[in-house]
């Protein structure tokens, strides 16, 4: 297996959204709480366009908790993005009195100093370095309508004098659909490609060891033949010139039941999930942006800083067994791309999340990211030819054994089992569920769950001797070599 590229060792990363942070109106359960309280029938909608019962206030999440903090700190070190579509218009209050009891005009939101402290804190309890992106809505603009960067120079002030480090940002959140997150009306390309002169100024001045990070745009290659209705990242980027240090896009294969309203964004089902078509998406996608990023910023490295199930919070099944297939094998394919780091939209919110934001247990798909954190190092390699095109292989070095190989094999096949020939023995650790649209995974057979004081399994591979290797139907297996004596891997 020959050595065909590297990720970041952050590659693995998260989104912690920033109305999580500060409390607000979110993506609403699917299955309201009885205990939820009411709302008013004549709430505002949190983003312009969609329907209000789509959402529902929530309270700050509370960073401090320890099961969230140990779970995140296994998936370290990493990257968490604090930004997403309320970002874009909420205000920073720097000062320790109470903050106002609403937004400042020209804002959605208000991020108080406690607030921010504690995303500080959590990325240092957990291994991760922050990456956010800062406001852009009317508040923040001059009499001219052009940014200004006083409320990101009092954010970048603060978090560095409580021992923060900004690592990345963007400029703010999905450009391409300006309007729906919070920027002034009209706005278009070239008023971004103004809006970005100044950020750029700001941030080598201000924060000039900060990646800049750009234009995070979403949607275009999935939405291209559903009459996509965004400004074009192409014209976005004519409008900037060269001027990032990371080429960042965003990416759902759909949009999920919540906003099934929305003219010509594509969906999914349960029935389609493990389908090639659905699978593939991410791998269309990253081809679609790296393609804008070699003529306009050739060079420089792929971060894809949001993603998740589907927009709009996710599917009901976004929290079970079936949608850890898609979240693995993303990770495989855009490793293979030379996408630098994934971060998965969220940590702890909504459908979508690796971890239920009611009781702060794993999911599915928390797993699978334990498991890729524990076996698949940095450096890529080619993982060979597959017996099935419902079969996806993918394999890296394997993580802190020099010279060892870890392959990662998704069999997408509801009802077929297929076989692999290994040349040696290897330790396997086999995912399966006896429903698939259920929360419950077992690893080779035993149910994977906290312990006694929230503590996580051993996550033990079995002994497998050299030869047939099994894949089960609608199964994710990796294999450790660690005897490989790959000249890759050392």
Request: aromatic share 10%.
């Amino acid at each position: 297996m020959q050595r065909i590229g590297s990720v970041d060792e952050r590659f693995q990363s998260f989104n912690v959204e920033m109305v999580e942070v500060t409390g607000g109106r979110f993506w609403a359960p699917y299955r309201k709480p009885t205990s939820a309280p009411a709302e008013s029938a004549a709430a505002a909608p949190s983003v312009p366009g969609l329907d209000p019962n789509a959402f529902r206030m929530r309270q700050p999440l509370d960073l401090s908790t320890p099961r969230l903090r140990k779970l995140a700190a296994a998936l370290g070190p990493s990257y968490v993005r604090v930004s997403g579509t309320w970002a874009n218009s909420t205000y920073f209050h720097d000062a320790d009195s109470p903050a106002p009891a609403t937004p400042p005009a020209g804002f959605g939101g208000v991020l108080t100093r406690q607030q921010w402290r504690g995303v500080i804190d959590f990325a240092r309890a957990t291994d991760a370095r922050l990456i956010t992106s800062f406001a852009v809505s009317d508040g923040v603009r001059d009499n001219h309508g052009v940014w200004t960067s006083e409320q990101a120079r009092r954010l970048a002030a603060f978090t560095k004098a409580s021992g923060g480090v900004i690592a990345a940002a963007e400029l703010f959140n999905e450009p391409n659909f300006a309007a729906m997150g919070g920027a002034p009306k009209g706005y278009d390309a070239a008023a971004y490609g103004r809006d970005f002169a100044v950020f750029k100024a700001f941030a080598r001045e201000a924060l000039p060891d900060m990646l800049i990070l750009g234009p995070g745009s979403v949607g275009e290659g999935a939405l291209a033949a559903t009459g996509f209705s965004g400004l074009s990242t192409k014209d976005i980027l004519q409008a900037t010139g060269r001027g990032v240090d990371g080429f960042s896009y965003h990416f759902y294969g759909g949009v999920s039941r919540r906003c099934g309203g929305m003219k010509g964004a594509p969906q999914t089902s349960p029935e389609a999930a493990l389908s090639q078509e659905w699978l593939s998406r991410a791998d269309r996608e990253a081809v679609f942006y790296a393609n804008l990023r070699d003529v306009f910023e050739p060079g420089k490295p792929l971060w894809l800083t949001e993603t998740g199930e589907t927009a709009c919070g996710g599917n009901p099944w976004a929290a079970s067994f079936l949608d850890t297939f898609r979240y693995l094998n993303q990770l495989g394919t855009l490793a293979k791309r030379g996408v630098q780091v994934v971060a998965h939209n969220t940590l702890a919110a909504s459908d979508y999340a690796l971890i239920d934001e009611d009781t702060m247990t794993p999911r599915p798909s928390y797993w699978g990211a334990l498991a890729w954190r524990k076996l698949m190092g940095t450096t890529v390699l080619e993982a060979g030819k597959s017996p099935s095109p419902d079969v996806h292989l993918y394999s890296h070095c394997l993580r802190g054994q020099p010279g060892g190989v870890a392959m990662l094999a998704i069999n997408a096949d509801r009802a077929a089992a297929f076989e692999l020939l290994s040349p040696m023995p290897s330790s396997r650790y086999e995912l399966s569920a006896a429903d698939l649209i259920g929360t419950t995974v077992n690893l080779n057979g035993q149910e994977l769950k906290l312990g006694s004081g929230d503590a996580l399994p051993e996550m033990t591979g079995q002994p497998a001797p050299a030869g047939r290797i099994r894949l089960a139907p609608a199964s994710i297996t990796f294999l450790a070599f660690p005897n490989a004596a790959n000249p890759s891997c050392r």
